[in-house]
């Protein structure tokens, strides 16, 4: 029976589950999940907790880059690797990157929009992190290491004729596009858990607490809200986040020519309850259900929710199991390296009369007159290997040198053209001062008259806006204007929650810049609960 015991990691929550594999059938041995601060004792805890001292485990990398190239499909299999290389290091130059400090790894798709191309979702990693991953986990048995974008698919069902969007919100979110079955296409997006916990836990001095109150938190949609009997004074920090994290899958959807059939949400924030509901409104009514792993049965005799809650590490511990896409493996042993190890093996030939030093040496006798044919073939047969193996090198060695050329020359005609970009550049600063004082003087005196009629019908305009967006049961009592563009909005409720909400769409929509908003502590008079909000005009 094999197990693994996949680990997702997060800047300060683990997620682990322990999954056994007997055939065909998935077990979960042990899971759960740390809240901690230091990472090798919490390791070191979980290996000890769930015995497995001696389980492979399967691990996420994390800040992964994706990019996309698309390729013609009438390549054989060693040109379009060739093609592929070319046209990352093409775009590492691009982005001032180095290609040699990158791990990367790819997948190969039909392009659903050009049946002649092949699309490839090509992902990138530093290797200075992958090294550092390694050392956290020397001396155990770490067999995998994937983004968690492509291994969550592992735990979800799927249907042939649908495609599936997984909006995976862990720290950050992930939203992986399957159709039919396969990955088509992986979008990161940073917003996620993290800004919500960090906000909650900010008030509660605890990140434990502030994961607790998520799972405890319910949220509505705009028909539900009367439901609701009590306020939460933390919608203020997750109903925003929530609402950026939709808009934003909003968008992707929007932009793709995949028609979406269905959505899963998993991750940390999916802990929230009705936050299906609450996706589903948004996205115009796709269908959006939590995410549940295929092999796990819903019963009242199971708590799914518990399950649900380290969804990111199940589908790690099936990666290490087989399961999944192949060959996206960050800590995959290569043929060569193995090679390698088994060539400097020292061998003696003939009848060995010297001391075994401890070099566990081979002694292969073929001087015997007994000697069996067998035996002459295989050792005919490594020397073959050998010679391909040399040859194989010294191709690599020649191709590699030729590649560094062609980059070194691409590096020089770019150093010239920068060094004609900058003699120009020296001649028009040379204009730039002459014309300075004149534009400063007339800037000045314009900066004077716009100052006087820019916020003239501010107001206004701004009451015209709010007036398409204000909750019904929200009331203004005060819209003011002290200076500039700053804003003062005086606004009061029966719920809470309304005011909330009213300042989320403040910022979605657009009527004062997001990044300017803010608001006092709420203050609840009798039956009204009262707020200021303040910001600035965009």
């Given at each position: 029976?094999?197990?693994?015991?996949?680990?997702?990691?997060?800047?300060?929550?683990?997620?682990?589950?322990?999954?056994?594999?007997?055939?065909?059938?998935?077990?979960?041995?042990?899971?759960?999940?740390?809240?901690?601060?230091?990472?090798?004792?919490?390791?070191?805890?979980?290996?000890?907790?769930?015995?497995?001292?001696?389980?492979?485990?399967?691990?996420?990398?994390?800040?992964?880059?994706?990019?996309?190239?698309?390729?013609?499909?009438?390549?054989?299999?060693?040109?379009?690797?060739?093609?592929?290389?070319?046209?990352?290091?093409?775009?590492?130059?691009?982005?001032?990157?180095?290609?040699?400090?990158?791990?990367?790894?790819?997948?190969?798709?039909?392009?659903?929009?050009?049946?002649?191309?092949?699309?490839?979702?090509?992902?990138?990693?530093?290797?200075?992190?992958?090294?550092?991953?390694?050392?956290?986990?020397?001396?155990?048995?770490?067999?995998?290491?994937?983004?968690?974008?492509?291994?969550?698919?592992?735990?979800?069902?799927?249907?042939?004729?649908?495609?599936?969007?997984?909006?995976?919100?862990?720290?950050?979110?992930?939203?992986?596009?399957?159709?039919?079955?396969?990955?088509?296409?992986?979008?990161k997006i940073q917003t996620g858990a993290k800004q919500?916990?960090?906000?909650?836990?900010?008030?509660?001095?605890?990140?434990?607490?502030?994961?607790?109150?998520?799972?405890?938190?319910?949220?509505?949609?705009?028909?539900?809200?009367?439901?609701?009997?009590?306020?939460?004074?933390?919608?203020?920090?997750?109903?925003?986040?929530?609402?950026?994290?939709?808009?934003?899958?909003?968008?992707?959807?929007?932009?793709?020519?995949?028609?979406?059939?269905?959505?899963?949400?998993?991750?940390?924030?999916?802990?929230?309850?009705?936050?299906?509901?609450?996706?589903?409104?948004?996205?115009?009514?796709?269908?959006?259900?939590?995410?549940?792993?295929?092999?796990?049965?819903?019963?009242?005799?199971?708590?799914?929710?518990?399950?649900?809650?380290?969804?990111?590490?199940?589908?790690?511990?099936?990666?290490?199991?087989?399961?999944?896409?192949?060959?996206?493996?960050?800590?995959?042993?290569?043929?060569?390296?193995?090679?390698?190890?088994?060539?400097?093996?020292?061998?003696?030939?003939?009848?060995?009369?010297?001391?075994?030093?401890?070099?566990?040496?081979?002694?292969?006798?073929?001087?015997?007159?007994?000697?069996?044919?067998?035996?002459?073939?295989?050792?005919?047969?490594?020397?073959?290997?050998?010679?391909?193996?040399?040859?194989?090198?010294?191709?690599?060695?020649?191709?590699?040198?030729?590649?560094?050329?062609?980059?070194?020359?691409?590096?020089?005609?770019?150093?010239?053209?920068?060094?004609?970009?900058?003699?120009?550049?020296?001649?028009?600063?040379?204009?730039?001062?002459?014309?300075?004082?004149?534009?400063?003087?007339?800037?000045?005196?314009?900066?004077?008259?716009?100052?006087?009629?820019?916020?003239?019908?501010a107001i206004p305009t701004l009451l015209s806006e709010?007036?398409?967006?204000?909750?019904?049961?929200?009331?203004?009592?005060?819209?003011?204007?002290?200076?500039?563009?700053?804003?003062?909005?005086?606004?009061?409720?029966?719920?809470?929650?309304?005011?909330?909400?009213?300042?989320?769409?403040?910022?979605?929509?657009?009527?004062?810049?997001?990044?300017?908003?803010?608001?006092?502590?709420?203050?609840?008079?009798?039956?009204?609960?009262?707020?200021?909000?303040?910001?600035?005009?965009?």
């Open positions: 029976m094999a197990s693994c015991l996949g680990i997702y990691i997060d800047k300060n929550i683990i997620k682990y589950a322990k999954i056994s594999k007997e055939k065909d059938n998935l077990k979960v041995d042990a899971f759960g999940i740390k809240i901690y601060t230091d990472f090798q004792q919490t390791i070191d805890q979980i290996i000890s907790e769930t015995y497995s001292f001696k389980d492979q485990i399967s691990v996420n990398i994390s800040d992964e880059m994706y990019n996309y190239l698309y390729m013609s499909n009438l390549l054989n299999p060693k040109d379009l690797a060739k093609a592929i290389d070319t046209e990352f290091e093409s775009l590492c130059v691009e982005k001032h990157d180095n290609p040699n400090a990158l791990e990367t790894r790819y997948v190969l798709v039909n392009d659903q929009n050009d049946k002649e191309k092949i699309k490839v979702i090509h992902i990138s990693e530093n290797k200075a992190k992958v090294t550092k991953l390694l050392q956290d986990f020397d001396e155990k048995k770490l067999e995998t290491i994937t983004p968690i974008s492509l291994s969550i698919p592992n735990i979800a069902t799927l249907n042939q004729k649908e495609n599936v969007m997984i909006i995976n919100m862990e720290d950050e979110t992930t939203v992986t596009t399957l159709v039919g079955q396969k990955v088509y296409d992986v979008q919500i916990l960090d906000a909650i836990s900010s008030k509660e001095n605890s990140y434990l607490k502030a994961y607790e109150i998520c799972k405890n938190t319910t949220i509505y949609t705009m028909e539900g809200r009367n439901l609701q009997e009590q306020e939460n004074s933390y919608l203020e920090e997750i109903i925003p986040t929530l609402y950026t994290i939709a808009s934003q899958v909003k968008d992707i959807i929007a932009s793709s020519l995949t028609k979406i059939n269905k959505i899963y949400l998993t991750g940390t924030a999916s802990v929230i309850n009705n936050i299906d509901l609450y996706f589903e409104e948004i996205l115009n009514g796709i269908d959006c259900q939590i995410l549940k792993p295929f092999f796990i049965e819903d019963s009242p005799k199971v708590n799914m929710k518990d399950y649900i809650e380290v969804n990111s590490a199940i589908s790690l511990a099936l990666q290490g199991l087989g399961y999944g896409i192949k060959d996206i493996n960050f800590n995959k042993k290569k043929f060569g390296e193995q090679l390698r190890v088994a060539l400097t093996s020292d061998v003696t030939i003939g009848n060995s009369k010297g001391k075994d030093n401890g070099k566990n040496k081979i002694n292969i006798n073929i001087s015997a007159p007994k000697v069996k044919q067998w035996i002459r073939r295989d050792f005919v047969g490594v020397l073959i290997l050998f010679a391909l193996y040399v040859g194989l090198v010294e191709y690599i060695s020649y191709e590699q040198k030729n590649k560094e050329s062609s980059i070194e020359k691409t590096r020089s005609d770019i150093k010239q053209q920068i060094s004609l970009i900058d003699s120009d550049k020296d001649k028009v600063n040379s204009k730039i001062s002459e014309y300075t004082t004149l534009t400063t003087n007339l800037q000045n005196a314009t900066d004077a008259l716009n100052d006087k009629t820019t916020y003239k019908n709010i007036m398409y967006i204000i909750p019904k049961e929200v009331q203004l009592t005060l819209v003011e204007n002290p200076s500039g563009k700053k804003i003062v909005i005086n606004a009061q409720s029966s719920k809470y929650e309304q005011l909330a909400y009213f300042k989320a769409l403040l910022k979605s929509k657009g009527v004062l810049d997001p990044n300017s908003v803010v608001s006092s502590e709420a203050v609840r008079e009798g039956n009204v609960v009262k707020i200021v909000i303040e910001g600035e005009l965009p």
